[in-house]
């Protein structure tokens, strides 16, 4: 069996908790590595003081090699927060009017491209299959096939993939798209990310889908297909049954007791929709008086990316919203919004999932969203609790059967949906969960990984 090459921005740290508590990404990532023997390279996370950064980090796992590499502090700037992250990551959000076009930025990002590629070179055999993953690393086959190499390259892109009309706002979309095809398969989350992406070799004249998975541009035939990402559906299940019984999971029963629980998670990131959600709780509230005094929303939101201003900004925005709603509707024995701006370990999410009778998981854009997959594998078979999904999530497509889907944008709807999902009757309740938990089980991360393989190497 070939080896396995993954370089993706970051590498995750070696797991201590177990399994689940890994997240499922780098669990299926590190078995597929571990079943072939391979390397996994990407930014050790740290900026060098000098220009130059020192050589690379290798510590050695099993059959697993991680290769790490510093960046300068100029890198960084430019490549991960200025151009990956203030004009990819809003732009494949349809948010053009956040992308900040600097053009130190765009070379930036280019420039690290071709560092990566010269960095990793020295490691690839010939007949290494190398894995790109996500918008940080587009250029990366380029470069290495500039470089001479032949080897099978595929990438996989975790977030949405716009429409033509919103990438080519970009001044260098040409050079991105063409980053796009210089490799051998291609992934999206759904099969409307992988429809944008055929308009967008089309609108411009330069290549288009010829059927049977296959693409054409630059003269070259490519693979391109959806690939839906998942998570250790079974493994994170008994994970969460078993968090019930962690102290600070019971805690949190006991303060709820008599109240249902709804449950958010996200990073802090303008995606979300957390304002428009809170907004939406807040007219459920209102709506529905019986209600009142008799629910809790819990956020749960990390910080994430705060050098971005978009960021800082709403940090503030979300902080100040919910302090609002609690101000205006709370009593003085009861707190409407639970807000948490930090990160919760894994177990007590998982507990808190279970716990929750709602998952509230409404992106106004997400590649695929792996909250509304997991609060589903959480819950208990006999009770449990309702997905209240956004339709612009990529996970929407494949949950549709079980889950509420509502239009975030629409806060009435959402309000509306909420009821329904607080007052639905357990039979209901039970026949879609079913119908997603199935789902789920068998499209779980490892199928994931497996079908996005199978197809690079064939
Ligand atoms: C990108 C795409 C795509 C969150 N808060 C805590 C915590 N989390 C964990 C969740 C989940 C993960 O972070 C978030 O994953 P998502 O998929 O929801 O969203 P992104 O971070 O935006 O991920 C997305 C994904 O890539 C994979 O391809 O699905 O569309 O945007 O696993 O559980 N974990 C812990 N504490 C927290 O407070 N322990």
Redesign the pocket.
Known sequence: MTRLVIVSNRVPAPAKEGAASA???AVALKAALEERGGIWMGWSGKSSENDEPGPLALTEEGKITFALTDLTGKDVEEYYYGFANRVLWPICHYRLDLAEYGRKEMAGYFRVNRFFAHRLAPLLRPDDVVWVHDYHLIPLAAELRQMGFKNRIGFFL??PWPPADVLYTMPVHEEIMHGLAAYDLVGF?TDHDLENFAGCLRREDMGDAIGDGRFTANDKVFKGGAYG?S?ETAAFAEFAKKAGSHHLVQRARQSIKGRDLIIG???L?Y?KGITQRLDAFERFVVNNPAHQRNVTYLQ?T?KSRSEVPEYEQMQRTVAEQAGRVNGALGTVDWVPIRYIN?????PV?AGLYRLAKVGLVTPLR??????AK?YVAAQDPEDPGVLVLSRF??AARELKRGALLVNPYDIEGTANALARALNMPLEERRERWQRMMDYLLEYDVSRWCNDFLKDLVD
Do not use: F
């Not at 930090?342 to 894994?346: D, G, L, P, T, Y």
């Not at 997400?366 to 909250?371: A, E, I, P, S, T």
């Open positions: 997240g499922g990404l975790h977030i989350q990402i998570i998670v996200d990073r990131d995606s749960i990390p930090r990160s919760v370990s894994r999410l997400d590649g695929m969203n792996l909250v997991e999530a990529g």
